[in-house]
């Protein structure tokens, strides 16, 4: 039980540090932390599912590297979209989802809902 603790504990630490580090360097260099955190941090996230794959390919098992490679991009794009696009339809006001990208109201274009519905259409075309 304390190993695990410090591990988690190491974690949190290492963690906490290249996020400090990621800061610092986008203050030094005018960088948007939007910008950083598309790119360094996630090629610092890939890393593992290279290394994974690379140990995969050298027993012998390359299918196996290049599915896994696939499914885990797969699942993280269904589930991150799929729930960060359904948590915001489900607080709609009133409940009532509107399918259209035109405000009937006002009858003026919705940008709203215009994400959503990309979001869906284009993870069901795919």
């Keep these: 039980m304390i190993a695990f603790i410090q591990s988690v504990s190491w974690i949190a630490f290492v963690s906490n540090m290249i996020i400090d580090l990621l800061t610092n360097l986008g203050f030094i260099l005018s960088l ?3 910008f ?3 790119t360094l941090l996630c090629w610092g996230n890939c890393l593992a599912d290279l290394s994974a794959s690379l140990a ?3 027993k012998g098992f390359g299918e196996m590297a290049i599915t ?3 499914a885990s991009a797969i699942f993280c794009i269904l589930v991150g979209l799929g729930l960060s696009t359904l948590i915001p339809l489900l ?3 009133n409940g009532k989802v509107n399918w259209s990208a035109f405000d009937e109201d006002v009858k003026t274009f919705d940008l709203n809902s215009v994400l959503p519905i ?3 259409v284009s993870l069901l075309l795919s």
């Design 68 to 70: 896994g490679s696939v």
């Design 91 to 93: 607080k709609l006001k």
């Design 56 to 58: 995969m390919t050298k």
């Design 32 to 34: 948007k932390p939007k």
């Design 118 to 120: 990309t979001l869906i």
């Design 36 to 38: 950083l955190a598309l």
